[in-house]
T-cell receptor, first 113, second 112 residues
Framework: DAEITQSPRHKITETGRQVTLACHQTWNHNNMFWYRQDLGHGLRLIHY???????NKGEVSDGYSVSRSNTEDLPLTLESAASSQTSVYFC????????????FGSGTRLTVV | DQQVKQNSPSLSVQEGRISILNCDYTNSMFDYFLWYKKYPAEGPTFLISISSIKDKNEDGRFTVFLNKSAKHLSLHIVPSQPGDSAVYFC???????????FGTGTSLTVIP
């Protein structure tokens, strides 16, 4: 069965360290997204990609980067982790034009100490 | 600026009664609307959708109503069950459906 997986499920890191969160989907979806979920803010878009080598900034992209070298993966990198980036991160994918809705991963809980 | 708003952070309902979750949006270009359900420690899962050409969509116990003139949609759950206790997010997108904007979520508790 097709799926979308995130790893790790939990991560504790220190302020200033570089951290990469993995997202891998086997749906063959063109579109992939990274969101963060924080109390009182809901799901906020960090970065998204509409295909290989395409990346775009979302509403809370500062301090994050992504790259899309293949269809299946969209890793999210925190260049220099900050305590404000403590959050739950969700990756999602969708087929693209004409098909709607996302399939979400199970999330990564990141704590920056 | 939040384009999709859920003004009720939480809602408690007795089992068997109706749950009504509300969502407002500001962008008149939104054409597609979704509701997602999220349990703790899991990713959101798709629940029900509606496009702007309709004002109602029903799927079992779940019905979504859309009022385009008021820029308002609501999710009705009848009858509510304890297993419905979760956080519900509404989301909206333009006509490409490529990018959805999410509300802040409403935590529903169904009391047995």
């Amino acid at each position: 069965d097709a799926e979308i997986t995130q790893s790790p499920r939990h991560k504790i890191t220190e302020t200033g360290r570089q951290v990469t969160l993995a997202c891998h989907q086997t749906w063959n979806h063109n579109n992939m997204f990274w969101y963060r979920q924080d109390l009182g803010h809901g799901l906020r878009l960090i970065h998204y990609s509409y295909g290989v080598h395409d990346t775009n900034k979302g509403e809370v992209s500062d301090g994050y980067s992504v790259s899309r070298s293949n269809t299946e993966d969209l890793p999210l990198t925190l260049e220099s982790a900050a305590s404000s980036q403590t959050s739950v991160y969700f990756c999602a994918s969708s087929p693209g034009q004409g098909a709607f809705g996302y399939t979400f991963g199970s999330g990564t809980r990141l704590t920056v100490v | 600026d939040q384009q999709v708003k859920q003004n009720s952070p939480s809602l408690s309902v007795q089992e068997g009664r109706i749950s009504i979750l509300n969502c407002d949006y500001t962008n008149s270009m939104f054409d597609y609307f979704l509701w997602y359900k999220k349990y703790p420690a899991e990713g959101p899962t798709f629940l029900i959708s509606i496009s702007s050409i309709k004002d109602k969509n029903e799927d079992g116990r779940f019905t979504v109503f859309l009022n385009k003139s008021a820029k308002h949609l609501s999710l009705h759950i009848v009858p509510s069950q304890p297993g419905d206790s979760a956080v519900y997010f509404c989301a909206a997108s333009g006509n490409t459906g490529n990018q959805f904007y999410f509300g802040t979520g409403t935590s529903l508790t169904v009391i047995p």
